[in-house]
């Protein structure tokens, strides 16, 4: 990718509200509460949160005919020209007719604060649907295939007085699309990204009027940039924009939601291929993803031109898959309502160091102390130092953490092949079978990544994240009297001999880490260490406000109570601690380290020509 592209990109804030510091989640709590009162105060009833995105909140209610409508508000704190940009999604939203778009209603304007209002379309976005379910099958994915071509193809014939004005959504995606389970249709939404095309489907100018052409920046792209997890290379490289993109969000989304993943870029080893896909639509995407330009718009073409033939595909009735998972997994027998929070450590490792330019590098060094949840967003921006597994492997491990999940994984690779040390517990049961296919994606992806080194990662509970809070850089930080790490035991003691666990120091230092801990922090580091334990624990200091997120679980129970006293004694030494910056130490079992070959690809699988044969 180009700095070209970078350029586009607004970097927006989102976090998990325990992650917060406190007056930072008061304040959302308050202006939530704020937009509720002012659609009371229009008249809407039935008010409620029902989605939330980079830039704003998506409100539900009804209006005085009791009809279901969504009001989404900019967050009142960005850069006005991003608030700007709802009324332009008003405008552009506003011109389309489609039974599969939501109509827009009105656009109100209270104050600094815009609200556009639109109908609501039924369901549950496809995000959430894959998390649910795992990979979508077949049969629904070639129907929601037929659906989404349907809108493209009414996107690319738009005109406007006359005059041939193919619009671009810009940003489709998995959570961008609204699917009724009951009609079996989808809603395409967030049309904040959308613009006029610059260029037809033959990469020509369109048609512009006198004015377009003088204002002289057809060269320009007026393209904005949607999820790099989904967009193609011509849209993450500013390319002028055209009916393309959405093939290519397209492509990608329907890939991720077969493959029950998050983003596009690991179709080199689970390829379109090997997802038991009828073979027509997987060679379509095939084409549609590759890196061909003539081949993408090939599968394009092809695509929104057999569109009658995908939907007289004959399918069995949708098998329910079962999933042996790769790696142990634990289940918790009931839901426990837990937010988790993944933080991984040694991303570098998967960068291509060389690639990295200086700017690049800098602005790493300068984001090294950001947490996940915010860094993850901020990272996409870099995952382009890395090959598209690598990235894909990433994505692969930030799914883990879209469910209830503690524990962690430490992925080593050697020349032989991949050992994976993992301690992995899932806190919903209806998520097992989902959740297993999630991380035997992380193994699939991390078997086919070739080097040498080890990747780590953590997954904790963010609301037993601590919060402490000073007024400036200079103050120390300290503690409240009854602040604790908490911990939980096993059920039955186990002595260190009877299993054995990592060490919190064994793969040395992480070059990610930005934070030096005081030795005193360390020596209780040390002394915890000794005891038999599994867990995690980070620190994260930023200017004013340190957190400490951690998971343990104490298996010695004979030696509870050096574990208090070391666990307090992090505690009593935190006002030692300066500077800012990320660092945690992890401590998983061994017993289950699993050993896997390397393997470059997945096989092909595709849906039977005659499904009764099945
Ligand atoms: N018309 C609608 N009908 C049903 N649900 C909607 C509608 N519009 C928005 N939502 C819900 O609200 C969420 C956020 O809306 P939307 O994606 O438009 O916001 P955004 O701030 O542009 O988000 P992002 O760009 O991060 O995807 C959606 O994921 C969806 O769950």
Redesign the pocket.
């Known amino acids: 990718m180009t700095r070209k592209g970078i350029r586009h990109f607004y970097i ?1 804030e989102e976090q998990s509200v325990y992650l917060l510091s406190h007056a930072d989640a008061k304040k959302l709590k308050d202006w939530i509460a704020l937009c509720v009162a002012q659609l009371q105060s229009l008249g809407f009833t039935d008010i409620g949160l ?9 409100f ?1 209610g009804r209006d005085s005919a009791g009809a279901e409508m ?1 009001f ?1 508000f900019t967050r009142i704190t960005l850069p006005a020209s991003i608030q700007d940009r709802l009324e332009e999604e008003a405008f552009m939203q506003g011109l389309l007719e489609h039974p599969h778009i ?1 109509a827009v209603k009105e656009f109100y304007q209270r104050g600094r604060q815009s609200i556009l209002m ?4 039924p369901g549950v ?1 496809l995000e959430q649907i894959s998390l649910r379910d795992g990979p979508i099958p077949p049969r629904l994915v070639v129907k929601m295939a037929v659906q989404l071509g349907r809108i493209l193809l009414y996107l690319r014939q738009f005109t406007h007085d006359g005059s041939p004005r193919p619009i671009v959504h810009g ?1 489709i ?1 998995p ?2 699309l ?1 699917w009724d389970e009951h009609t079996e249709s989808l ?1 395409l ?2 049309w ?2 959308s613009v006029y095309a610059q260029l037809d489907e033959h990469l020509q100018p369109v048609q512009n009027n006198v004015l377009d052409l003088m204002s002289g920046d057809i060269q320009e792209t007026n393209a904005r940039l949607g ?1 790099i997890y989904f967009i193609g290379d011509a849209q993450l490289n500013g390319e002028r924009s055209s009916p393309r993109f959405d093939e290519q969000g397209l492509a990608g989304t329907l890939y991720a939601l077969a493959s029950g993943q998050s983003a596009r870029f690991a179709h080199e080893v689970i390829t379109p291929s090997s997802l038991g896909l009828p073979k027509l639509l997987s060679d379509i995407l095939t084409h549609m993803l590759s890196d061909d330009v003539t081949s993408q718009h090939g599968g394009g073409d092809y695509l929104l031109s057999h569109l009658n033939l995908l939907e007289n595909i004959v399918f069995g009735d949708d098998v329910p898959a079962h999933y042996e998972a790769l790696l142990p997994v634990w289940v918790a027998k009931e839901h426990k309502n837990i937010e988790s929070v993944v933080y991984s450590s040694r991303k570098s490792f998967l960068r291509q160091q060389s690639d990295l330019t200086s700017e690049q590098s800098q602005a790493m060094s300068q984001l090294g102390y950001l947490n996940d949840a915010q860094f993850e967003r901020y990272y996409k921006n870099y995952l382009d130092g890395m090959g598209a597994t690598e990235k894909g492997f990433l994505a692969a491990i930030s799914r883990l953490a879209r469910y209830p999940v503690l524990g962690g994984l430490v992925i080593h690779w050697q020349p032989e092949g991949v050992y994976i040390d993992s301690s992995l517990n899932l806190q919903d049961p209806t998520k097992e079978q989902a959740f297993k296919h999630a991380v035997n994606t992380v193994v699939i992806l991390a078997r086919a990544i070739h080097r040498q080194g080890v990747f780590k990662c953590c997954l904790f509970d963010a609301k037993n994240t601590l919060h402490i809070e000073r007024d400036s850089v200079d103050a120390p930080f300290v503690a409240g009297a009854a602040t604790a790490i908490p911990y939980e035991k096993s059920s039955v003691s186990l002595s260190a001999s009877e299993s054995r666990v990592h060490s919190y120091f064994e793969d040395g230092d992480d070059p990610d880490e930005f934070l030096a801990l005081p030795p005193q922090i360390m020596q209780a580091i040390k002394a915890l260490n000794a005891i038999h334990h599994t867990g995690c624990i980070i620190f994260e200091a930023l200017e004013n406000h340190l957190k400490i997120h951690s998971y343990y679980r104490l298996l010695d129970h004979t030696k509870e109570n050096e574990f208090n006293a070391s666990l307090n004694e992090i505690i009593v030494s935190l006002p030692l601690l300066s500077g800012e910056g990320t660092c945690g130490f992890m401590k998983l079992p061994y017993k289950d380290t699993r050993f896997f070959e390397h393997r470059v690809r997945c096989a092909d699988k595709f849906y039977p020509r005659n499904p009764r044969t099945r």
């Open positions: 927006p029902i989605g939330k995105g980079a830039y704003g909140f998506a539900g969504v989404k939501p639109m109908t609501r379309a976005d940003d995606k959570s961008n609204v809603s939404i967030d904040g990204s999820d």
